[in-house]
């Protein structure tokens, strides 16, 4: 079965503190691995896509790694406007189209 | 102007009432798709259309019904709205790829029935 597990559930950090978001998926041939923010009351919004193992993607103070088992999003020196959700889905080649979400990890940035 | 929105924003109901939300898009995208988020639950599909002419079940369909219109309308509808369907709901549209096509979501409709 196509599954996705985020871990931490919640992760609190001071301004500036670098860390890391991980995304375990196990899937039936991965054709895409996404990863969304999403803030109280919002839809979510497009971070990243990532189609193959080795690839990595970054944007401002975030990037974006994947391997064959998991991906990671690195926040370096987050500030308080990166508090949100984040989540992560993948695409299986199976299920064309449809998306498999983790539960997602919540960020909170104390300046 | 927002690329895909989402009518109503919020909806109180009543047990037994049908109601339908409305998603619309300016993407040009071909696939559209219905979430929704409960907390604890995250996000689970409901229904999504490849085209006009196709429309398909997700993992939580039962209680639901879609209509495509359209190719930038995709409608929901609760047929007797029940307590437990109280939920954060989302449209999603993405664009038909040789790789994994992208999902961008709407602002969402807060939907409580009483």
Partial sequence: EDQVTQSPEALRLQEGESSSLNCSYT???????FWYRQDPGKGPEFLFT?????EEKEKERLKATLTKKESFL???APKPEDSATYLCAVQAASNTGKLIFGQGTT???KP | DADVTQTPRNRITKTGKRIMLECSQTKG?????WYRQDPGLGLRLIY?????KDINKGEISDGYSVSRQ??????????SAIPNQTALY????????IVGDTQYFGPGTRLTVL
């Fill in chain 1, 50 to 54: 990532l189609y193959s193992a080795g």
């Fill in chain 2, 90 to 97: 989302f449209c999603a549209t993405s664009l038909t790829g």
């Fill in chain 2, 70 to 79: 359209a190719q930038a309308k995709f409608s929901l509808s609760l047929e």
């Fill in chain 1, 107 to 109: 960020l909170q940035v």
């Fill in chain 1, 74 to 76: 690195h926040i370096t």
């Fill in chain 2, 29 to 33: 995208h071909d696939r559209m798709y």
């Fill in chain 1, 27 to 33: 899937v039936s041939g991965l054709r895409g691995l």
């Fill in chain 2, 48 to 52: 999504y259309s490849f085209d006009v």
